[in-house]
């Protein structure tokens, strides 16, 4: 099939291009490098892609229509991801400006560049921040997410709102995933376990935030893509849902999933298995939790599950210890 992945460049479309090709899929990538963090690992990514000629790439901003509709007519694309966007809790504080330009301006210039494709299946990657204010636990798709606490998780429920009356006015199978603290290889630099990883061989001192108790659903990239993947095949078609626990629409061939595994790990074991990996203590500094950050997120795999027969399952001692093999490799540390 052909594929168009927005955000290729980046840490998870990175991951599922690569894994799309693998599978004898071609795939178009955008992606516009934005400085949010290192546009040098960016391309080092996009290096690797480019070794097969089954991936095109385009440097193009999703706020710029006409060239995301060019690089669409392009790709003639059976199957959109739409992985790009700005992301992070913390630089929402920040730069709230940049997360309406790329999620809402953007995510609308894609949900157009998708109507005119027609493709058989529109993904369209959220995040695990949209549960906000919620506490019941674990999280679930047919929660109701009415309380965001950060500007970067509002602006990711409007895309989820926005795709689905796409998704209802224009018939396009639609399916957003909610994603949980995905950590892996080639992760960007912004994210905890880089900035752990780092500090550790640099013999920095890292801020815990929560003081080490907060609880995070820690999801490998390599299960994530497969989830993904998994999900292609499975297109929503209104009326038809797999059981009581489908946030299939009533009014659209459109369903929310997450993808986590639902096993949360507080932050202190988390450091645990970097210390490990990397074979030395960390220096810490006990902080509070960030304005507007979640306490704890733990996914309900249960939707994921009865659509794929799939749940993220890579022990996170696993994972941490390919990310630190992977951050020697690149960066000689």
Do not use: C
């Amino acid at each position: 099939m052909r594929f168009l992945v927005t955000g290729a460049a980046g840490f998870i479309g990175f991951h599922l291009t690569r894994r799309l090709m693998a599978d004898g899929h071609t795939v178009t990538g955008v992606d516009g490098m934005t400085q949010y963090y290192d546009v040098a690992l960016k391309r080092a990514r996009v290096a690797v892609l480019e070794r097969t000629n089954a991936f095109r790439f385009h440097e193009v901003m999703l706020e710029d229509f006409d060239a995301l509709r060019a690089a669409a007519d392009e790709a003639k694309p059976d199957v959109i991801v739409h992985l790009a966007a700005q992301a992070g809790v913390r630089y929402s504080i920040e730069s709230p400006r940049s997360y309406m330009e790329s999620n809402l301006i953007g995510g609308f210039n894609l949900l157009e560049v998708a109507r005119m494709a027609a493709p058989k299946h529109l993904l369209y990657a959220s995040t695990s921040t949209v549960y906000g204010a919620n506490t019941a636990m674990p999280f679930r798709e047919t929660d109701r997410t009415d309380h965001p606490t950060t500007f970067y998780g509002a602006t990711k429920k409007a895309g989820e709102d926005m795709a689905h009356s796409y998704a209802h006015l224009w018939s396009l199978p639609t399916t957003a995933f909610r994603f949980f603290t995905v950590y892996g290889p080639w992760g960007r630099p912004d994210m905890a376990l880089f900035k752990f990883v780092k500090a550790a061989l640099e013999g920095g001192t890292i801020d815990v935030h929560g003081h080490g108790r907060m609880r995070r659903d820690f999801t490998y990239v390599d299960d994530l893509v497969e989830a993904i993947v998994r999900l292609v095949d499975l297109p929503p078609e209104a009326g038809w849902p797999v059981g009581p626990e489908d946030s299939l629409s009533p009014a659209a061939p459109y369903r929310v999933v997450n993808i986590g595994g639902g096993a949360p790990v507080e932050l202190s074991a988390f450091i645990a298995e970097i210390e490990r990996a990397v074979g030395r203590p960390i220096a810490q500094r006990m902080v509070e939790v960030q304005q507007g950050e979640l306490h704890s997120t733990w996914a309900s795999a249960d939707l994921l599950q009865a659509l794929t027969g799939y749940i993220p399952a890579t022990p996170l001692g696993t994972g941490v210890a390919a990310f630190v093999d992977w951050y020697r490799g690149h960066y000689g540390a």
